[in-house]
């Protein structure tokens, strides 16, 4: 069956534009999980949504950072103004609920790169 | 969510077995671990999960001892193919449930 998208696969920009990110989860996955990873590093977690909504922000590196879900289906994760720090591979996943023991299941990821 | 400490890298030769210890001293009553996979220029992708004593499936088992404390990754003879960054990663079975990934164990398998 179709695993997680993303799109696009690869962004350059330049500095102070904004970006979107795309995500498609696993059909019927409630849970869906946005992470940032810096060339060479591990995984930083951003955000996760139950269903459309988020209850929890803080990973969000700053404001300039958004996300939304809607139908509880696709994600867009929305960085404004963008800046150099912001390069990265942008990881989205998805399970079928909120909890531990279900497995995430990770796209191939969005690379970012701000000239 | 309790922290985790591992080896920053491996190297090991096909056919060997490699064993990746996970240290997590302030494991809490509810936590699970998990271990995770990455390939480059890939997403992660689930490996094993065990909550104490020994699991074991068809890519690796995993060794989790009384105290919990620590947990080890077990790759029977690895393969080239076996390359990649090894994540552990600890935390509760509840709704609020993140998953924390650090830099992980880069494994490399030489010929």
């Known amino acids: 069956g179709a695993g997680v998208s993303q799109s696009p696969s690869n962004k350059v920009t330049e500095k102070g534009k904004d970006v979107e990110l795309r995500c498609d989860p696993i059909?019927?996955?409630?849970?869906l999980y946005w992470y940032r990873q810096r060339l060479g590093q591990g995984l930083e977690f951003l955000i996760y949504?139950?269903?459309?909504?988020?209850?929890?922000k803080s990973g969000l590196p700053s404001d300039r950072f958004s996300a939304e879900r809607t139908g509880e289906s696709v994600s867009t994760l929305t960085i404004q103004r963008t800046q150099q720090e912001d390069s990265a591979v942008y990881l989205c996943?998805?399970?079928?609920?909120?909890?531990?023991?279900?497995?995430?299941?990770f796209g191939p990821g969005t690379r970012l790169t701000v000239l | 969510l309790a922290k985790t400490t591992q080896p920053i890298s491996m190297d090991s030769y096909e056919g060997q077995e490699v064993n990746i210890t996970c240290s997590h001293n302030?494991?809490?009553?509810?936590?699970?671990i998990t271990w995770y996979q990455q390939f480059p220029s890939q997403g992660p992708r689930f490996i094993i999960q065990?909550?104490?004593t020994k699991v074991t499936n068809e890519v690796a088992s995993l060794f989790i001892p009384a105290d919990r404390k620590s947990s080890t990754l077990s790759l029977p003879r690895v393969s080239l193919s076996d390359t990649a960054v090894y994540y552990c990663?600890?935390?509760?079975?509840?709704?609020?449930?993140?998953?924390?990934f650090g830099s992980g164990t880069r494994l490399l398998v030489r010929p």
């Open positions: 990663l600890v935390g509760p079975m509840d709704s609020s449930y993140k998953l924390i």
């Open positions: 302030n494991i809490a009553t509810n936590d699970y």
């Open positions: 949504f139950q269903g459309n909504s988020a209850p929890d």
């Open positions: 059909s019927g996955h409630t849970a």
């Open positions: 065990g909550y104490k």
């Open positions: 996943a998805s399970s079928l609920a909120l909890i531990n023991t279900d497995t995430q299941y």
